[in-house]
């Protein structure tokens, strides 16, 4: 087998969490004191980034202090709320299925929260299928980024890079895995475009998960 370990980004990837995410934001917009509503198309090009990161791109204007008020209004009312609006892409839950059945170490690497994922992905019935799942606030001293996330499955679990997969659909996603040394796919179907990036060295492109499957096998 060519990969018997991948790691998964979540939004974007497993999990289409854009709608829930965009109402939550403008109910945070609402009750400041910004007349302002983001859009889902603007929205888009930004997922996987963190969410104060997202604000301070969209809204340039806002101070980091402004931006930090907004974020707790947002996290209040999506992990109350807005979680509920993400839905599973097609096939991913028999993806992650056979997968596991083929012996294959699952994992993911995640910008959102860890108390928000774990709800999602027991909302889903996906949580057993992963060894570990890795957000930035696993650490409460700091959060920790993508490449770090990255090398600390890779380490504790002692996985070979050159066997190890890593798939998402954004440009970080991309810059972790090569920061990392594994291989990356990019799951052309969620909210990143890759296209001027195409020519990454070491990387495949897939439209749905279960091209994996041909991946793998390789």
Same mark, same amino acid.
């Given at each position: 087998?060519?990969?018997?370990?991948?790691?998964?980004?979540?939004?974007?990837?497993?999990?289409? #969490? /854009?709608?829930?995410?965009?109402?939550?934001?403008?109910? +945070?917009?609402?009750?400041?004191?910004?007349n302002?509503?983001?859009?889902?198309?603007?929205?888009?090009?930004?997922?996987?980034?963190?969410?104060?990161?997202?604000?301070?791109?969209?809204?340039?204007?806002?101070?980091?202090?402004?931006? +930090?008020? /907004?974020?707790?209004?947002?996290?209040?009312?999506?992990?109350?709320?807005?979680?509920?609006?993400?839905?599973?892409?097609?096939?991913?839950?028999?993806q992650?299925?056979?997968?596991?059945?083929?012996?294959?170490?699952?994992?993911?690497?995640?910008?959102?929260? #860890?108390?928000?994922?774990?709800?999602?992905?027991?909302?889903?019935?996906?949580?057993?299928?992963?060894?570990?799942?890795?957000?930035?606030?696993?650490h409460?001293?700091?959060?920790? #980024?993508?490449?770090?996330?990255?090398?600390l499955?890779?380490?504790?679990?002692?996985?070979n890079? =050159?066997?190890?997969?890593?798939?998402?659909?954004?440009?970080?996603?991309?810059?972790?895995?090569?920061?990392?040394?594994?291989i990356?796919?990019?799951? =052309?179907y969620?909210?990143?475009?890759?296209?001027?990036?195409?020519?990454?060295?070491? #990387?495949?492109?897939?439209?749905?998960?279960?091209?994996?499957?041909?991946?793998?096998?390789?």
């Open positions: 087998m060519r990969f018997p370990n991948i790691i998964f980004d979540l939004d974007g990837t497993l999990v289409d #969490s /854009i709608d829930g995410i965009c109402f939550s934001l403008n109910h +945070a917009l609402s009750i400041s004191n910004l302002m509503r983001i859009s889902i198309s603007e929205l888009s090009p930004l997922m996987g980034e963190p969410i104060l990161k997202i604000l301070l791109k969209l809204i340039p204007e806002i101070t980091e202090e402004q931006a +930090a008020g /907004i974020l707790v209004s947002f996290r209040e009312h999506y992990n109350r709320i807005g979680w509920k609006k993400s839905q599973l892409y097609p096939q991913v839950y028999e992650l299925t056979l997968l596991k059945r083929k012996g294959v170490l699952l994992f993911i690497a995640t910008n959102k929260p #860890s108390a928000i994922t774990v709800t999602l992905l027991a909302h889903f019935g996906i949580r057993n299928m992963f060894e570990a799942v890795l957000c930035p606030d696993i409460d001293e700091k959060l920790i #980024s993508k490449s770090q996330m990255l090398y499955i890779v380490d504790r679990f002692s996985l890079k =050159s066997q190890t997969l890593m798939v998402g659909d954004a440009i970080t996603d991309c810059h972790a895995a090569r920061d990392c040394g594994i990356f796919a990019y799951a =052309s969620g909210y990143g475009d890759l296209s001027d990036h195409a020519n990454f060295e070491n #990387s495949y492109k897939i439209e749905h998960l279960g091209e994996l499957q041909k991946i793998i096998e390789d």
